[in-house]
């Protein structure tokens, strides 16, 4: 629209003495002509662009315009980009749009890291990247291996976990064997106790379970184990077997009328046997015999003989020192061959001969007086000086019934002036006089008088 401008005025112009009037007036017209806008301008607004995105527009005019008055776009961002501002945008009389939008680059946050392990991303943290998990040497990766980095902002999954399944490892000594010490059952083994090693632990507790080192190991084999745990109860366990030798010798043969004592077991490296003979005979040859590492036995065998008993000394001492440490006596005393207590007691003594020969008891008689005096062991007769020594020696009566028991040293343990019964007899030997390997002995032997 234009307007036009019209004045009306009136004007004096005074020259001397006279005055000159000019008229006028104003006026404003208005004309219905000047620039018209189009609203059908195909470019009312700016064409509009979304960087990382796509815009879709619908126009009044067709699809063939973008940006013509009423136009209405919908923005949208590329995957793994977010639109920030307006979804929807229209084109303005006043040719701007509604309002305005840009997309941003999408992240996920940032993954902390994982115990014992390590993770590895394609595009750092951004939207499609993804993270592969790995563990440390003796840890397994436990669920899901890789997260991703979802359009959303968000990771896939959960948080994986890194678990110690690398049992640890041990190694036990070598198996040994070894011979029992001289005289013994067992011998001494010692090793070194195993080291135990782990991918995750440093320090492990290993277990024994059986016998420990440097201690005495019996006869045979015996197996020993040990195992050790990691933190997370993984198990391992090894084994040796430590087996303990003892060498042995053949059985010893006891001597005939005789027997042994043997030291340890009897028959093994480092025993002793000492050579017994029975009473009435006496021992020829060595008095023990060793086993030897190579398992034979040291010396030769020895013999039980009959004993020599040499009646016709002159003097009590030598007549007893043939029996020193190897005998018993008993000493039978009576006024002569007649007197009923000794004939009694005679009869019982014959009948428990093998009995006193079982406890190495020698039996002397003394009868009667002087110049008819008699004394004898079995049949071999005594001297007169022997007799004579014996009875001054032990106050030996000669008037009445009396019998007297030395033992092995000589010395008069009992006398008895009564005949005693053999089992009286035997009961009082063995209670006072036999060591315990006698008793033990003669128990085994018992039945053999039967």
Not at 148 to 161: F, I, L, V
Not at 202 to 219: A, H, M, N, Y
Request: negative net charge; proline residues 6%.
């Amino acid at each position: 629209m234009l307007l036009r401008f019209v004045a009306v005025f009136s004007l004096y112009v005074t020259a001397g003495s006279g005055t000159i009037e000019y008229d006028g007036y104003n006026d404003f017209v208005e004309e219905d002509y000047g620039p018209q806008l189009d609203y059908k301008d195909p470019h009312w607004c700016h064409s509009p662009g979304l960087t990382n995105g796509e815009v879709t527009c619908h126009s009044p005019r067709g699809r063939a315009y973008r940006s013509t008055l009423g136009t209405r776009c919908e923005m949208s961002c590329d995957r793994g980009y977010r639109l920030i501002g307006k979804s929807s945008i229209t084109c303005l009389p006043s040719r701007r749009w509604s309002g305005t939008s840009f997309c941003r680059k999408m992240r996920c946050h940032v993954l902390p890291l994982i115990p014992h392990g390590r993770y590895t991303c394609s595009h750092f943290f951004m939207v499609d990247s993804r993270c592969d998990f790995t563990c440390d040497a003796g840890y397994r990766i436990e669920e899901q291996h890789s997260r991703t980095c979802e359009r959303r902002g968000s990771w896939s999954g959960g948080q994986p976990n890194c678990e110690d399944t690398d049992p640890p490892k041990i190694k036990c000594p070598l198996s040994r064997l070894k011979v029992a010490e001289p005289g013994k059952l067992t011998a001494m083994v010692t090793w070194d106790p195993p080291k135990a090693t782990d991918t995750a632990d440093k320090s492990l507790d290993v277990i024994l379970v059986g016998q420990g080192p440097r201690t005495d190991f019996k006869e045979g084999a015996s197996i020993i184990r040990y195992k050790v745990y990691d933190q997370a109860r993984n198990r391992a366990a090894c084994k040796f077997i430590v087996r303990v030798e003892v060498r042995r010798c053949p059985t010893l043969p006891p001597p005939q009328q005789g027997f042994l004592t043997c030291s340890s077991d009897g028959n093994n490296y480092g025993a002793t046997c000492e050579y017994h003979c029975e009473g009435g005979y006496e021992r020829r040859g060595v008095s023990s015999r060793v086993c030897l590492f190579d398992r034979s036995w040291a010396g030769e065998p020895a013999e039980c003989v009959p004993m020599e008993i040499k009646s016709d000394v002159k003097t009590v001492s030598a007549l007893l020192e043939q029996f020193y440490e190897k005998k018993r006596l008993l000493i039978m005393s009576g006024p002569n061959i007649t007197d009923p207590d000794y004939q009694l007691q005679n009869i019982m003594i014959q009948k428990a001969d093998c009995g006193l020969d079982l406890r190495r008891v020698t039996v002397i008689e003394l009868l009667g007086s002087p110049p008819h005096e008699t004394g004898r062991i079995k049949e071999s007769l005594l001297s007169s000086e022997a007799i004579e020594g014996l009875r001054q020696s032990f106050r030996i009566s000669r008037s009445y019934f009396s019998m007297l028991l030395l033992d092995e040293l000589g010395m008069d343990r009992e006398r008895f002036i009564y005949p005693m019964a053999s089992d009286e007899l035997f009961s009082y030997i063995d209670s006072f006089l036999l060591e315990e390997e006698e008793r033990e002995r003669l128990e085994l032997h018992r039945d053999f008088c039967d």
